[in-house]
């Protein structure tokens, strides 16, 4: 716990949606805080209420805060707990309706100056880009350019062709480019900055993992026997989304990543019963493809089968066809087209 | 031509003799040969003329014809023969479709579906009146006993036209045929299946089923008559057979068709053939016709080489109009490996052998059923013998038909001293059994070569 503060203090008021809206510095003994015009310091958010909350000094100096019996109280950041009456410590976090107060000393230490290339001639932001993002933002897309262009290349069995390259190179990092420049877009709307790079970053990642996920999981099938290829594979897509989707909800609300993760469970569990529901749909308009996993033959395969329990395994697909027989055809008219 | 893809080409004759109610596209892009019609043509046409029908079939709905066949009559009483093909519209979908028959004289009426044998396409039916003349068979046609090159006279309605006769010669028996077929050199038009082709006497010597497409010109195939006369001393009900009993009729008569031809390919035996470091087994059966492929002319040159043989039984059977079955194909594939690495070269297999990407006719199909594995033939010390396969199994069963399937099989042996061998076994309207028995047969002779 940190010392009481005396001395003048600042209050931070951020938005609901994580948006730092104002700073106010306190010089007297009393401040107040609320809808109504009355107040030193007017916060427009409708689950404030009008006189809500007061600053002040005791005899000691040190500040204490009062709820005004407000209508949806006051809310301890530190331990989640309502208060009527506070003693204020350095960085305490108060909630009043959906907006979050902090309050600082003017000790508070901000953080190093970013040195500005062209001699200091441009205006330095308030919001520093942090430069390590982008840089490892940057590497992502990189590699994931190179991962396309290897799996181009393992599967290049004719002419090499340098646009088809170029083309595989490019394309998925476009993706991940757009993709990000969206949530960006989206997270300046809630927000106040874009966050463009921590996005890029965070698609870069996903997509560095899904494709290294797949080759482990097509590797461990083919060598080891150990996983069902596409039941995994789609199991790690599917949880790969929804970690993407969270990631990138935690950057647009950081406030609200409880409510971000069930909006994310939501959807998954959604994709994923309209994943089971059109199987069969699915599986008339495009069948198996199979045998198209042989890798080269110096990587060691499990262990073969014999031909007696090869044709075990195959005579256990039987019942199941005799029974999708007793079942009516699927309807002509389906989504996709005519079948014939 | 460099590969027919041979497996299309039943399917093309049979289509093509089911007549298109618009037919003026044929007659204009049927070359101009002309058909001499000598003395005995124009004796036989006016002799044969009573006894000759038109087939029709008829959409309930509309009461207007939805194709049309040919048909001769063989009693007094009003029996007749024609194609299975002909009346399988109202055959198996009663309720959509009805038959009526168009004499010479211009008199119609109705008719009754009796018996009908899917294997040799034939129907046999009833006419709604008697008191017809009717043909006769010629002996010598029923005792395979014609000569080469004797002339025969065709009759039917070809393209909704009016009754014609077309001239040609007896050529044999169609070589490497499972089911026997007539081979005769002569004109042959959509809407004359069915229809009687007669010798000089006016005897029947075959019953028109089918021609060649693929531009080949005068190749036209008939059904020998001693399948008719099987179909008409077959004990049959005294009702017509129709809806539901015509579809177990077909299982019936797929399920024999298909446990004989099995057992034959499974005594007939197979030869080694011999694909780089590894031995495919090759059918000895002669009702294979083979073709083979390569990519060794692509340009620009291939990096790996794909030389394959495709062998196909001459022989697709008509259930309807999207429905053939009855095929066994086998396609043996020989990989060999020119400037790719081990993962290029894999992948460059895997396309070549991949399966179970083909639509299923939803409508007669279940959906498909695959297993894969890697497998290994033999037992202790015989596996030295057997490459490592990875192997597939798709198969989806005949929605209509109980205990039939359409099984696709592949064996890969993946690369050996840079070559790899695959083997691919389609097998149309078989029972599970029979596509699995055949599958270990061709499991147990894929070997390597010692």
Request: proline residues 5%; aromatic residues 8%; contains cysteine.
């Given at each position: 716990m940190s010392e009481p503060l005396t001395a003048a203090i600042w209050i931070e008021v951020t938005s609901k949606a994580g948006a730092l809206t104002m700073r106010q510095r306190i010089t007297g003994d009393t401040f107040s805080v609320g809808r109504g015009y009355q107040n030193d310091l007017i916060v427009d958010d409708p689950a404030v209420s009008p006189a809500h909350i007061r600053f002040s000094r005791d005899e000691t100096g040190a500040w204490w805060i009062d709820d005004l019996a407000s209508d949806n109280g006051t809310v301890d950041m530190s331990n989640d707990t309502r208060v009527s009456r506070l003693q204020l410590t350095e960085n305490a976090a108060l909630r009043i309706g959906h907006t979050l107060l902090t309050v600082r000393s003017s000790a508070f230490v901000v953080p190093a100056t970013t040195r500005m290339t062209g001699g200091g001639v441009q205006t330095a932001t308030a919001t520093a880009t942090p430069s390590r993002v982008v840089y490892y933002a940057f590497t992502a897309m990189l590699l994931v350019g190179a991962t396309s262009a290897l799996s181009i290349w393992l599967k290049q069995t004719g002419e090499s062709k340098l646009a088809i390259y170029v083309f595989g190179v490019i394309m998925l990092p476009m993706i991940a480019l757009g993709w990000a420049l969206a949530w960006a877009l989206v997270t300046r709307i809630v927000a106040a900055r874009g966050q463009f790079f921590r996005h890029l970053l965070i698609v870069g990642v996903a997509l560095l993992a899904m494709s290294l996920i797949g080759a482990l999981v097509k590797y461990a099938d083919y060598t080891f026997a150990l996983v069902n290829a596409s039941t995994v594979e789609s199991a790690v897509t599917w949880l790969a989304i929804g970690a993407l989707l969270a990631a990138h909800l935690r950057v647009v609300v950081p406030n609200r990543v409880r409510l971000a993760l069930v909006v994310v469970g939501v959807l998954i569990v959604a994709a994923i019963s309209m994943d089971y529901v059109l199987k069969e749909e699915r599986q008339r308009l495009q069948p198996p493809q199979i045998v198209t996993s042989l890798l080269p033959s110096f990587l060691p395969t499990k262990p073969p089968v014999s031909t007696t329990r090869l044709f075990e395994a195959i005579n256990a697909l039987k019942p199941d066809l005799e029974e999708e027989r007793k079942k009516d055809p699927p309807q002509q008219q389906g989504f996709g087209g005519d079948v014939d | 031509m460099r590969r027919l893809p041979v497996r299309f080409i039943p399917v093309l004759v049979l289509a093509s003799l089911l007549v298109a109610p618009t037919s003026s596209f044929a007659v204009e892009k049927a070359p101009a040969t002309p058909v001499i019609v000598s003395a005995t043509a124009e004796a036989i046409y006016r002799d044969a003329k009573p006894r000759l029908l038109q087939i029709r079939t008829l959409l309930n709905s509309a009461s207007q014809k939805s194709s049309t066949g040919s048909g001769f009559l063989i009693s007094a009483d009003g029996l007749a023969i024609t194609n299975y093909h002909v009346v399988s519209q109202h055959a198996l979908e009663p309720q959509t479709y009805r038959m009526e028959y168009v004499s010479a004289d211009g008199s119609k009426g109705a008719l009754k579906l009796l018996a009908f044998d899917t294997l040799n396409d034939l129907a046999l039916v009833q006419l709604d009146k008697g008191g017809w003349t009717y043909f006769e068979f010629d002996q010598r046609a029923l005792a395979d006993r014609l000569p080469r090159g004797e002339r025969l006279f065709s009759l039917g309605n070809p393209l909704d036209i009016g009754f014609a006769v077309m001239e040609g010669n007896y050529s044999g028996l169609v070589e490497r045929s499972y089911n026997d077929r007539i081979h005769l050199s002569g004109p042959m038009n959509p809407g004359m299946s069915g229809g009687p082709t007669l010798t000089?006497?006016?005897?029947?010597a075959g019953i028109n089923v089918a021609k060649s497409g693929w531009g080949a010109e005068q190749v036209s195939f008939l059904v020998p008559t001693r399948f008719a006369t099987a179909l008409m001393n077959k004990p049959r009900l005294a009702e017509p057979i129709t809806g539901k009993a015509v579809r177990t009729e077909i299982g019936k008569q797929l399920g024999v068709w298909q446990s004989a031809l099995y057992d034959k390919l499974d005594t007939i035996g197979f030869k080694p053939a011999a694909s780089g470091p590894f031995l495919l087994p090759e059918s000895n059966a002669v009702f294979f016709t083979c073709w083979a492929n390569t990519n060794a002319d692509e340009k620009p040159a291939p990096r790996a080489r794909a030389d394959s043989t495709l062998c196909n039984m001459q022989n697709s059977l008509f259930i309807a109009g999207d429905l053939f079955t009855g095929n066994v194909s086998i396609k043996r594939s020989h990989f060999t490996n020119l400037s790719l690495n081990g993962f290029q070269f894999a992948y460059f297999v895997s396309n070549h052998s991949a399966m179970g990407n083909e639509r299923t006719n939803a409508k007669r199909m279940t959906p498909t059923a695959c297993h894969e594995d890697i497998a290994l033939a033999g037992e202790g010390a015989e596996q030295a013998a057997y490459p490592r396969l990875r192997v597939a199994w798709c198969a989806s069963a005949y929605r209509e038909f109980d205990g039939l399937f359409n099984v696709s099989f592949v064996a890969v042996a993946p690369e050996r001293d840079g070559q790899a061998a695959a083997i691919t076994v389609f097998m149309n309207g078989t029972s599970y059994e029979n596509a699995a028995r055949f599958a270990r047969r061709i499991l147990a002779e894929f070997k390597v070569k010692s």
């Amino acid at each position: 716990m940190s010392e009481p503060l005396t001395a003048a203090i600042w209050i931070e008021v951020t938005s609901k949606a994580g948006a730092l809206t104002m700073r106010q510095r306190i010089t007297g003994d009393t401040f107040s805080v609320g809808r109504g015009y009355q107040n030193d310091l007017i916060v427009d958010d409708p689950a404030v209420s009008p006189a809500h909350i007061r600053f002040s000094r005791d005899e000691t100096g040190a500040w204490w805060i009062d709820d005004l019996a407000s209508d949806n109280g006051t809310v301890d950041m530190s331990n989640d707990t309502r208060v009527s009456r506070l003693q204020l410590t350095e960085n305490a976090a108060l909630r009043i309706g959906h907006t979050l107060l902090t309050v600082r000393s003017s000790a508070f230490v901000v953080p190093a100056t970013t040195r500005m290339t062209g001699g200091g001639v441009q205006t330095a932001t308030a919001t520093a880009t942090p430069s390590r993002v982008v840089y490892y933002a940057f590497t992502a897309m990189l590699l994931v350019g190179a991962t396309s262009a290897l799996s181009i290349w393992l599967k290049q069995t004719g002419e090499s062709k340098l646009a088809i390259y170029v083309f595989g190179v490019i394309m998925l990092p476009m993706i991940a480019l757009g993709w990000a420049l969206a949530w960006a877009l989206v997270t300046r709307i809630v927000a106040a900055r874009g966050q463009f790079f921590r996005h890029l970053l965070i698609v870069g990642v996903a997509l560095l993992a899904m494709s290294l996920i797949g080759a482990l999981v097509k590797y461990a099938d083919y060598t080891f026997a150990l996983v069902n290829a596409s039941t995994v594979e789609s199991a790690v897509t599917w949880l790969a989304i929804g970690a993407l989707l969270a990631a990138h909800l935690r950057v647009v609300v950081p406030n609200r990543v409880r409510l971000a993760l069930v909006v994310v469970g939501v959807l998954i569990v959604a994709a994923i019963s309209m994943d089971y529901v059109l199987k069969e749909e699915r599986q008339r308009l495009q069948p198996p493809q199979i045998v198209t996993s042989l890798l080269p033959s110096f990587l060691p395969t499990k262990p073969p089968v014999s031909t007696t329990r090869l044709f075990e395994a195959i005579n256990a697909l039987k019942p199941d066809l005799e029974e999708e027989r007793k079942k009516d055809p699927p309807q002509q008219q389906g989504f996709g087209g005519d079948v014939d | 031509m460099r590969r027919l893809p041979v497996r299309f080409i039943p399917v093309l004759v049979l289509a093509s003799l089911l007549v298109a109610p618009t037919s003026s596209f044929a007659v204009e892009k049927a070359p101009a040969t002309p058909v001499i019609v000598s003395a005995t043509a124009e004796a036989i046409y006016r002799d044969a003329k009573p006894r000759l029908l038109q087939i029709r079939t008829l959409l309930n709905s509309a009461s207007q014809k939805s194709s049309t066949g040919s048909g001769f009559l063989i009693s007094a009483d009003g029996l007749a023969i024609t194609n299975y093909h002909v009346v399988s519209q109202h055959a198996l979908e009663p309720q959509t479709y009805r038959m009526e028959y168009v004499s010479a004289d211009g008199s119609k009426g109705a008719l009754k579906l009796l018996a009908f044998d899917t294997l040799n396409d034939l129907a046999l039916v009833q006419l709604d009146k008697g008191g017809w003349t009717y043909f006769e068979f010629d002996q010598r046609a029923l005792a395979d006993r014609l000569p080469r090159g004797e002339r025969l006279f065709s009759l039917g309605n070809p393209l909704d036209i009016g009754f014609a006769v077309m001239e040609g010669n007896y050529s044999g028996l169609v070589e490497r045929s499972y089911n026997d077929r007539i081979h005769l050199s002569g004109p042959m038009n959509p809407g004359m299946s069915g229809g009687p082709t007669l010798t000089t006497d006016s005897k029947i010597a075959g019953i028109n089923v089918a021609k060649s497409g693929w531009g080949a010109e005068q190749v036209s195939f008939l059904v020998p008559t001693r399948f008719a006369t099987a179909l008409m001393n077959k004990p049959r009900l005294a009702e017509p057979i129709t809806g539901k009993a015509v579809r177990t009729e077909i299982g019936k008569q797929l399920g024999v068709w298909q446990s004989a031809l099995y057992d034959k390919l499974d005594t007939i035996g197979f030869k080694p053939a011999a694909s780089g470091p590894f031995l495919l087994p090759e059918s000895n059966a002669v009702f294979f016709t083979c073709w083979a492929n390569t990519n060794a002319d692509e340009k620009p040159a291939p990096r790996a080489r794909a030389d394959s043989t495709l062998c196909n039984m001459q022989n697709s059977l008509f259930i309807a109009g999207d429905l053939f079955t009855g095929n066994v194909s086998i396609k043996r594939s020989h990989f060999t490996n020119l400037s790719l690495n081990g993962f290029q070269f894999a992948y460059f297999v895997s396309n070549h052998s991949a399966m179970g990407n083909e639509r299923t006719n939803a409508k007669r199909m279940t959906p498909t059923a695959c297993h894969e594995d890697i497998a290994l033939a033999g037992e202790g010390a015989e596996q030295a013998a057997y490459p490592r396969l990875r192997v597939a199994w798709c198969a989806s069963a005949y929605r209509e038909f109980d205990g039939l399937f359409n099984v696709s099989f592949v064996a890969v042996a993946p690369e050996r001293d840079g070559q790899a061998a695959a083997i691919t076994v389609f097998m149309n309207g078989t029972s599970y059994e029979n596509a699995a028995r055949f599958a270990r047969r061709i499991l147990a002779e894929f070997k390597v070569k010692s």
